[in-house]
Structures are given as structure tokens and as C-alpha cells.
């Protein structure tokens, strides 16, 4: 099986910074796209960055500029720096690993989630 191990979440001030990290481990063979996605409450879970192997980032539009993703593939890691935040930012950030290739069944396209990491900005 996987396990998808987030840490780097806690509590910063409007303006701050925090980076979350995400390390994916277990019989993975490959891990097509690893990203980010967050729920406050009350609210839908939606995406907040997501990049491929090949280092091809997407970002939610209230994010741009101000937050960056970016992978380490030999770690099967991946990370989420967050600037600049602001109270809105407040959530559970859950890590997301699609298309895993697993060594023990390389013919089935999986996805994992992590367990999710809270991010509180105070104002």
C-alpha cells in the first residue's frame, strides 16, 4: 500500500509564511501528478496546486503569486510553499498523489490521499 505523510502545517500570522511538505511512500513504482487541495469549513474541498513529473504546474487563482509547488521525484515528495498568507488561506490541506503505478500491480492507475495538515492564518 501507500501512505501519503504530510507535515509543515500550524498556525501563521496575515503575511506569513508555511511550507508544506508531503512524502509519498510505499510499492510505488511512478506518480503521475502529486498536489494540494484544501476544505475549510463549510466549504467544498477544492485545489490549490497540483504538478506533474515533468514539473507542469496548475494553480487555483487564488493562490497565484503567492504560493509555489514543486517536487522532488527520486523522494517521491512534494511541497507547498505558501507566502504572503492571508486569513482566507485558513483550511485542512490534504496531499494528493494520481496516476500511482504501483510495483505490484503496474497495470492500475491509483490515487491516495494524505490524512490532511491544518493551516490557520490569524489576522
Known amino acids: 500500500q501507500v501512505q501519503l505523510v504530510e507535515s509543515g502545517g500550524g498556525l501563521a500570522q496575515a503575511g506569513g509564511s508555511l511550507r508544506l511538505s508531503c512524502a509519498a511512500s510505499?510499492?510505488?513504482?511512478?506518480?503521475?501528478?502529486m498536489g494540494w487541495y484544501r476544505q475549510a469549513p463549510g466549504k467544498e474541498r477544492e485545489l490549490v496546486a497540483s504538478?506533474?513529473?515533468?514539473?507542469?504546474?496548475n494553480y487555483a487563482d487564488s493562490v497565484k503569486g503567492r504560493f509555489t509547488i514543486s517536487r522532488d521525484n527520486a523522494k517521491n515528495t512534494v511541497y507547498l510553499q505558501m507566502n504572503s498568507l492571508k486569513p482566507e488561506d485558513t483550511a485542512v490541506y490534504y496531499c494528493?498523489?494520481?496516476?500511482?503505478?504501483?510495483?505490484?500491480?503496474?497495470?492500475?492507475?491509483?490515487?491516495?490521499w494524505g490524512q490532511g495538515t491544518q493551516v490557520t492564518v490569524s489576522s
Open positions: 494528493n498523489a494520481d496516476g500511482v503505478v504501483l510495483t505490484t500491480s503496474p497495470l492500475i492507475l491509483r490515487v491516495y
Open positions: 510505499g510499492s510505488i513504482f511512478s506518480i503521475n501528478g
Open positions: 504538478i506533474t513529473t515533468a514539473g507542469s504546474t
